[in-house]
């Protein structure tokens, strides 16, 4: 009897885990946009940087940086 009353048990806990893992992100209408850069400088800039970034970690090639690019 413990050990059904325990199996029970562990499958309502794992169902619920997996149920609330499962949920989505619903933004609410009233959250504001993002703000987009007009900026085309800064942009670029930003752009730069995070490819640089990627760069230090993985070892592009040229080649590699010039497609992340376009």
């Known amino acids: ?19 609330n893992a499962q949920r989505g992100h619903y933004p609410s209408k009233s959250s504001a946009p993002t703000p987009q850069v007009e ?6 800039a930003i752009e730069n940087f995070q ?12 080649k590699q940086e010039h497609e992340l690019k376009k």
């Open 1 to 19: 009897m413990k050990k059904a009353i325990l199996t029970i048990a562990a499958l309502a806990i794992l169902t619920i885990a997996n149920a």
């Open 39 to 44: 900026n085309h400088r800064l942009d670029n």
């Open 51 to 62: 490819i640089n970034k990627l760069d230090n970690i993985v070892g592009l090639t040229h």
